[in-house]
Structures are given as C-alpha cells and as structure tokens.
Nanobody, 124 residues
Framework: VQLQASGGGLVQSGGSLRLSCAIS????????IGWFRQVPGKEREAVLC????????YYADSAKGRFSVSSDNAKNVVYLQMNGLKPDDTAVYYC??????????????????WGQGTQVTVSS
C-alpha cells in the first residue's frame, strides 16, 4: 500500500488549490483516508477525513466551509479541494490511511501509511 500526495504550490490568499492523493495497493473508497497538515515545529493536525466508501466525512474547524473531498475512481485518486485559502493554511499536506473504515479513527490517531507530503504556501 502506498499513498502519494501532490498538487501543492504557492497561491495568494483567497485562492484555491486541489491536492491529489494517488493510491496504490487498494481501490479508492475501500479504506478511510485522512488529510493532515504540518507546520515546522508543530504537531501534524487532521484537516479532513473520509470513511470507507465516502459515507462520512470529518472536517476540522479550519476546513469547514472551505475544503472538500472527491475522487476519481478511474485514476484511483482522492482529491482535497481547498478554497478560500489563508496564510494560516501554509503547511506540508499529507494523505494517510490506517487501513480501517472509520473517518473518526484515522483523524484521531493518524494512519500507519503516509504519503510523501506536498507543500502548500499561501501568501498574504
């Protein structure tokens, strides 16, 4: 099982980015997936997590109303759409899975499989 996050970059405040999490080793929707982010010197924090089959979604307060998740089953990719970006969203973003089914669990504990992160920088 492998995950690979991509799509980060530099964007102005108020702009949008779509991050991709390419999955190998299982079919998208089979396991819960979490999106996390980390700023140097701070702990990694959950942003948005989805349960198996995308039945339930957990949003961190920072993501509510601005971030959403979707997938492309043909490409086996999960997307994190980020709108209304703020300088506080600047971080390295990661996707992860704990190979379980619960969005709450993967957001609470993190996963055991992590992809390489992608840097998001939001300028003011």
């Amino acid at each position: 099982v492998q995950l690979q996050a991509s799509g980060g970059g530099l964007v102005q405040s108020g702009g949008s980015l779509r991050l991709s999490c390419a999955i190998s080793g299982f079919t998208v929707g089979y396991y819960a997936i979490g999106w996390f982010r980390q700023v140097p010197g701070k702990e990694r924090e959950a942003v948005l997590c989805i349960s198996r089959h995308f039945e339930d979604t957990y949003y961190a307060d920072s993501a509510k109303g601005r971030f959403s998740v979707s997938s492309d089953n043909a490409k086996n990719v999960v997307y994190l759409q980020m709108n209304g970006l703020k300088p506080d969203d600047t971080a390295v973003y990661y996707c992860t899975t704990d190979r379980g089914f619960s969005e709450a669990r993967v957001c609470r504990n993190g996963g055991d499989i992590w992809g390489q992160g992608t840097q998001v920088t939001v300028s003011s």
